[in-house]
């Protein structure tokens, strides 16, 4: 991975800026795929030097797995969705969203539909965090949070706690559902995410739950919003896990493997064992947003950074419904974070919650004096609290309004084709 340089330590080093650099092996990788499609890659010379690479390694991959990845192909999935009527959800926006007079919103009395990638993947932490929320507000335990109540004490509190119960729960039941049944539906009911919400206490942070909520804080995931003038949207996201995904680099082949084998589990009683066959917790979730009363679209947007990218959907999105913000200025507000576990510390039960620069001190120690164990972080740090794109969609005085945000930690862009 890294240049050869006698003067550098251990004789290797990273290119610097400005240095031109060469990848031949990776072009030969891609002229067998413009030869030979998929077949070049899951069989032949690339095929054998990537199970030689995990093998040298003592990984389990075989050449039978590639081609049976090969011929399965990928799998169409429906996306999982929950109706969100909460904090002002269902009215118009601001009229920084909607008009001076916030007249001729396409927002309906219904709320909006968030749609998220089903398991084995995370989406679902994001769904159940937002179905509790809107259940606390429902039963009285919430306010409707004002305007200047933004990334307050009390705010935050609602959200760690929501994510906290969400990732619980996720931790434990998401897995691979073509062999392990995932009960999708029951996890995002009304019933259920009620019985879940009495978990939350207003005046402290809970106690650890059951297994854990861990983040991971990733820079190789990448992430791009479509829209286009028919209304329709592209949500996508790709991602080869931690830096530089598992650093292994098959012979003469110029790319790293990934390793989101990392999110199995090693306990044989827990749904997401590590087995033949099976896909693990996986984190990668792009995401998109309806009007709920004519389906319409109402936004696209993602959050990269692994374990962060459910609690990024939340906050931003909240941002937009409950607190009126552009789609710029939903992705620049300061940001909280739930643990920050590496996949290599999966048994560290992290309860921290990290909390971006910029939020008001008084409200750091309020937390604390809540329970909650309470980091700040700033300067390139700053990359815990994922990378976020945003395209909203609205109607103002007769025609269709883009606008779009994008992250300021991360080297994105919002611009029209």
């Not at 009395?109 to 089903?118: F, K, N, Q, T, Y």
């Not at 409950?322 to 940001?335: H, I, L, Y």
């Not at 969609?393 to 930690?409: F, I, K, L, W």
Request: with cysteine.
């Amino acid at each position: 991975m890294l240049k050869p340089d006698p003067s550098a330590p251990d004789g290797f080093r990273a290119p610097r800026a400005g240095e031109i650099f060469k990848n031949p092996n990776l072009a030969a990788t891609f002229r067998a795929l413009a030869k030979d499609g998929k077949r070049g890659f899951y069989t032949g010379r690339i095929a054998e030097e990537i199970i030689k690479v995990c093998s040298d390694r003592g990984g389990h991959l075989v050449l039978e797995d590639l081609e049976n990845h090969m011929n399965l192909g990928s799998e169409p999935v429906e996306p999982i969705s929950l109706k969100f009527n909460g904090q002002n959800a269902s009215k118009t926006q601001s009229a920084c969203v909607d008009g001076a007079d916030g007249q001729g919103a396409t927002e309906t009395s219904h709320g909006v539909e968030v749609w998220e990638h089903p398991p084995n993947g995370q989406g679902i932490v994001a769904l159940i965090a937002l179905g509790v929320i809107e259940e606390l507000e429902r039963t009285g335990k919430i306010p409707l949070f004002k305007e200047n109540e933004h990334n307050s004490a009390k705010y935050l509190h609602v959200v760690i706690e929501a994510l906290r119960i969400a990732f619980a729960d996720a931790s434990w039941f998401v897995t691979d559902p073509n062999v392990v049944k995932v009960p999708t539906k029951e996890l995002i009911s009304r019933r259920y995410l009620a019985e879940r919400a009495k978990l939350f206490d207003a005046s402290k942070a809970s106690a650890i739950l059951e297994h854990g909520s861990p983040a991971h804080n990733s820079c190789d995931t990448v992430y791009f919003a479509i829209t286009d003038s028919q209304g329709n949207g592209i949500s996508f996201i790709n991602s080869i896990y931690a830096g530089f995904g598992s650093a292994m680099i098959p012979r003469g082949c110029g790319f790293t493997l990934q390793n989101r084998g990392a999110n199995f589990s090693l306990d044989a009683r827990h749904p997401n064992v590590l087995a033949p066959n099976k896909r693990p917790y996986h984190t990668i979730i792009p995401a998109m947003v309806t009007n709920a009363g004519d389906g319409s679209l109402h936004s696209v947007y993602g959050v990269m950074g692994g374990f962060m990218q459910p609690q990024g959907h939340v906050q931003v999105l909240l941002n937009l419904l409950a607190f009126g913000m552009t789609p710029q200025s939903a992705v620049d507000a300061p940001r909280i974070c739930v643990g920050a576990g590496m996949p290599d510390r999966r048994g560290v039960r992290d309860m921290r919650v990290y909390v971006e620069e910029g939020i008001a001190e008084g409200v750091v120690e309020e937390l604390a004096a809540m329970g909650h164990e309470v980091e700040v972080v700033g300067g390139w740090r700053r990359g815990v609290f994922g990378r976020g794109q945003v395209i909203r969609v609205h109607e103002e005085e007769g025609r269709t309004v883009y606008s779009a945000g994008s992250d300021p930690r991360g080297d994105g862009a919002a611009y029209p084709a």
